[in-house]
């Protein structure tokens, strides 16, 4: 291989990963806390914020010319969301609402997070599970953790 395809293939890789660079703040995990149904109540992990990022970081969904780049279909739950960037002791979360309940189980979101110098748009697709699922689910989890009840020594009648 060549000094020039070296060079190259090295301005290649640093091209890529300059992007990387610029972008210190990210979304991580996306953890839905409501059933379908409900106002829609989920919170989105912020990652890798370095000092000073905190100040002025924002969150909406994303403009509609990223939705057509992605190849998503705008839905009109999207008018109703509503983001916060919480603390939760040393980590930011940003918490995700809606003003209407959520009545399609299927829901695909890009958001897009904006700080003093930099901005990120993330790809979110998630499901809801209908109430009584989730109850069940709780039901089930109380079960488990419920401690067996000690046995307890059967009582006769002594005969005379």
Known sequence: MGKATKAAILAAALALAAPL?????????LNVLSPLGQNLNAEIEIVALRPGEEDGLTARVAP?????AAGIEPSALLNTMRFAVERRGSQRILRV?????????FVELLVELQW???????????LLDPPEYKARDTF?????AKPAAPAQPAISAAAP
Do not use: C, I, W
Request: aromatic fraction near 8%; avoid cysteine.
């Open 140 to 144: 089930a989890a109380a079960q488990k």
């Open 64 to 68: 509609a010319d990223a939705f057509s």
């Open 21 to 29: 660079a610029a972008h210190s703040a990210g979304l991580g995990k």
């Open 116 to 126: 003093a110098t930099g901005r990120l748009v993330r790809e979110y697709t998630f």
């Open 97 to 105: 609402t809606t003003t209407q309940p959520v009545n399609e189980p």
